[in-house]
């Protein structure tokens, strides 16, 4: 029961940094957490000089927009957005759960896999500047449909180093795309305190 009450006031005080813009305190409420508590919120928490780095990488390969597959509680959006000031959407699956009593506090505005007919649609930018965010994803195949189905030149996967006890489909490295495109690493960039996660990014040839 203890615990219980200490997760509702955790995911309070993330609100309520939210609610005024507070990214720095978001970040530091998650490190003073214990990893394996840390990670009910979000499997990657990145540390400001992360975001910092992100930044610099979007802003470097003229990214503007960021559809991000799977976001769970779009912490991890709403942190890059409010330190970017990049626009980062959040897709997710099963609405009537995510719309449900029982499911998690949810941080940005989510679009619903159901309801989308092209993921080109969803990003309302050039497509240019558009990337397709997958973090902690876990469905390699339905990764390679999105990817099919997106026309922008960069695609970011977010998640474990290989070998660390955690899996992803994809990982971040050595990701299998759809058999007949072709993707390249351009930057990674180390996150978290744990030395575990890499947000990498793609580039199509
Ligand atoms: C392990 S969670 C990661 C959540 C979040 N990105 C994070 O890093 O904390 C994977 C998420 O992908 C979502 N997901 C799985 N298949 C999906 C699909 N086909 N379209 C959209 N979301 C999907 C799941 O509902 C789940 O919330």
Known sequence: MENVGRGEQVEHEISECIAAGDWKKVIDLGQALPFNQRVKYLWLWPLQKDLERIRESLVRFGITEVLSIGCGTG???WLITASTGIVV???EKDE???RSKYATRTYIPMLFAEAMTNVDNECQGQQTG???MFCYFNHGAAFREYVKNFSGHYVIIA????GRGVHTDPLPFGAKFPADQEWTVVHS???GSENLNQFVIYQRR
Do not use: D, N, S
Not at 159 to 162: D, L, S, W, Y
């Open 130 to 132: 558009q990337a397709m």
């Open 89 to 91: 959407a959040g897709v």
């Open 96 to 98: 009537q759960w995510w």
């Open 75 to 77: 912490l991890l959006e």
């Open 189 to 191: 960039i180390p996150v």
């Open 159 to 162: 998640g474990p180093m290989e």
